[in-house]
């Protein structure tokens, strides 16, 4: 492909990529925050323990976590038509990229806060915090760089996850590969949007290791 046509394909791609990820990304983090707060809120040892509700969300977690995301894609098809009224393009593309990550991010979050030092917690209940303040201003607070460096591999997987979504014509960068480099058999398309996913990948990853390595020192 004349290299004029290619920049101009490779740039609305782009583009297309970055909006779904950025939104999936935003919503998948508020999902995944409130279910991964909640699964340890009403853990055995949590502030509000609730063996049903924590054994149906983990139940739930589980199943979204073990889907692979191609067949994902697909099941969630009437789910996306009655959230978006269709199922085909980018914005339609972003209802399953959020409910693929949004179990994803929670199991990190769940991790991340149940890492947070007991003493600490303990201490802030001696001095009559609440429970809201301790969730706000203890486990979340303490857990940041955990969450943050959970929160770049949730956006690094929703980078790979959005060129899958080419397959049911998603837009993006994995469209533009699969309409152009293998339907087509234009090789230099393929090589440029390989190109560009990589390098849309590391940008995310230097991002987040910068701010969790900034986090960890304070």
Known sequence: MIADDLVPLLTQ?????AYMVAV????????GLLVGVLLVLTGRDGLLPARPVNALLGLVVNVGRSLPFIILLVAI???TR??????????????????S?????????????????????????????NRRQIVGKVLLREARPGLVAGFT???????????MAGVIGGGGLGDLALRYGYQRFENDVMIATVVLLVAF?????????VITRRLSHR
């Open 24 to 31: 999936a990304a935003l919503l998948s983090a508020l999902g």
């Open 82 to 99: 009655a959230v978006v009224g269709t199922t085909i393009g980018t914005t339609a593309a972003i209802v399953p990229l959020t409910v």
């Open 201 to 209: 990948v590391q940008l995310v990853q230097v991002v987040g290791d």
């Open 101 to 129: 990550a949004i179990p994803f991010y929670a199991r990190i979050v769940e991790t991340a806060l149940r890492e947070v030092d007991r003493d600490v917690i303990a201490a802030a209940r001696a001095m009559g915090a």
């Open 13 to 17: 791609g782009l583009r297309e990529t």
């Open 153 to 163: 591999l949730t956006v690094v997987a929703l980078i790979g996850y959005s060129a």
């Open 77 to 79: 098809i009437p789910v």
